[in-house]
């Protein structure tokens, strides 16, 4: 109790101990949300919420009380672990082969005695589950990270396994991958959501799924409610999903297989969109590679490149320039436009050898010659257009590299 966030101390001055209104654990109790599994289909684990009643009798959320200040700090830290035990104890009983997932608000470990084991350890062992079965949310932006770094090392040695919750939300919180090396990496829902129309907020999202396998972690996407969703949390490259799609929370646990007819046939519609998809790509590849051959020919026979024009622009090209072999620009920017071809010269001199395919079409020369290496997509940073270059040699120690704008080929809304 000596580690207690100024932010806490503040709440607590606020309002005398003796004042505050008491929560009774007997209102509030665990229901169990399905994590499914994509390559078997089956429900994996599930996701232990917090639910009480409302003034009409309805099922609701309980997340609301343990961020409500009306209520000391260990009152709700209090309720919540008798939920969590709840939650522990029904596991350990049921007949479910999978793993569950329980949160903890880092407030919680911030009051946690540096020599204090930490609660939940304590209840998994008393109860008899095998840890390797339980998961840790760390949940919200808040707690030092230097007491979460010290209760996630015993959660590891203890076998347990650790999530970032609502990853994206807030505050950045890659310092917390590195201080915590989670397994596990879930999306902020709402930032999930917003990604899914496409644009940046994708764009961003998309890289959360690098960013997860150089870490060594899985991604999960929660609050998947509809096909596109779906499609989306598939391009992210989460292989564990959450959401109404699939099921909502419940007072019970359900048979594992009761998601697999739901997520083949899921499956089975992002495999016929994102084929049509990559289809209209090799397509548009083509169209492309057959425009930057016909201006590689016309550059090596000095011929004027003012007549490829209207075929450039067409195939959706930007722009074409010449570098040497070690990165240096040695041509103005040529740019495709309504008035042909125009010159920019603000980029002669400058060195692009740090650009991934720079690199790639340098090496796989010596195997085969005049290759045309193609980029990533990207976004360009001055047009905000999404583009992928196409580079080849012009000749032994000049290339020539083609910006091209394109469709990206991850399946975003209709």
């Known amino acids: 109790m000596d580690n207690i966030s100024h932010k806490v101390v503040s709440i607590k001055s606020a309002i005398k101990a003796e004042d505050r209104p008491l929560l009774n654990p007997h209102h509030y109790y665990p229901h169990f949300q399905p994590i499914v599994f994509l390559p078997t289909g089956k429900i994996a684990g599930y996701e232990a919420l917090a639910r009480t009643h409302n003034k009409n009798g309805k099922v609701v959320s309980a997340g609301e009380i343990f961020i409500n200040s009306q209520y000391s700090l260990s009152n709700r830290r209090d309720l919540d672990r008798s939920i969590r035990k709840n939650a522990l104890e029904q596991f350990a009983n049921s007949v479910q082969d999978g793993f569950l997932t329980i949160n903890i608000v880092p407030d919680w470990v911030d009051m946690l005695s540096s020599k204090l084991c930490t609660p939940t350890i304590s209840m998994i062992d008393e109860i008899g589950i095998d840890p ?78 690098d960013l997860a396998q150089r870490a060594g972690c899985e991604l999960i996407c929660e609050g998947v409610e509809t096909e596109q969703e779906f499609h989306f949390g598939v391009e992210c490259g989460a292989k564990y999903m959450q959401g109404w799609l699939f099921h909502k929370a419940d007072l019970n646990f ?161």
Not at 263 to 271: E, Q, T
Not at 317 to 346: A, H, M
């Open 254 to 414: 359900l048979a594992p297989d009761l998601s697999q007819d739901k997520v083949k046939d899921l499956l089975a519609s992002y495999l016929d969109r994102k084929s049509l998809k990559t289809l209209e790509t090799v397509r548009h590849n083509a169209e492309v590679k057959t425009s930057v051959l016909a201006l590689k020919h016309s550059l090596q026979q000095l011929q004027s490149t003012v007549s490829l024009a209207a075929q450039l622009m067409q195939a959706g090209i930007l722009r074409y320039f010449l570098c040497k072999t070690d990165g240096t620009q040695i041509s103005p920017n040529f740019d495709v436009n309504q008035q042909g071809i125009t010159e920019d010269e603000q980029f002669v001199g400058f060195n692009w050898s740090f650009r991934p395919y720079f690199h790639a079409l340098v090496a796989l020369d010596a195997v085969k010659p005049q290759q045309l290496i193609l980029s990533k997509i990207y976004r360009d940073s001055s047009s905000h257009i999404m583009c992928k270059t196409f580079s080849t040699y012009l000749s032994n120690d000049v290339v020539l590299l083609v910006d091209c704008k394109v469709e990206d080929d991850t399946l975003f809304v209709e």
């Open 132 to 209: 390797a079965r339980v998961v840790i949310e760390i949940t919200e932006a808040s707690g030092n990270v230097d007491n979460l770094k010290r209760v996630v090392k015993a959660y590891h040695q203890a076998g347990l396994k650790v999530a970032i919750d609502d990853f994206g939300a807030g505050a950045s919180q890659l310092d917390r991958i590195i201080a915590l090396e989670p397994d596990i990496i879930k999306l902020d829902m709402r930032l999930f959501k917003n990604a899914t129309r496409g644009g940046l907020p994708a764009d961003v999202v998309l890289s959360v799924s």
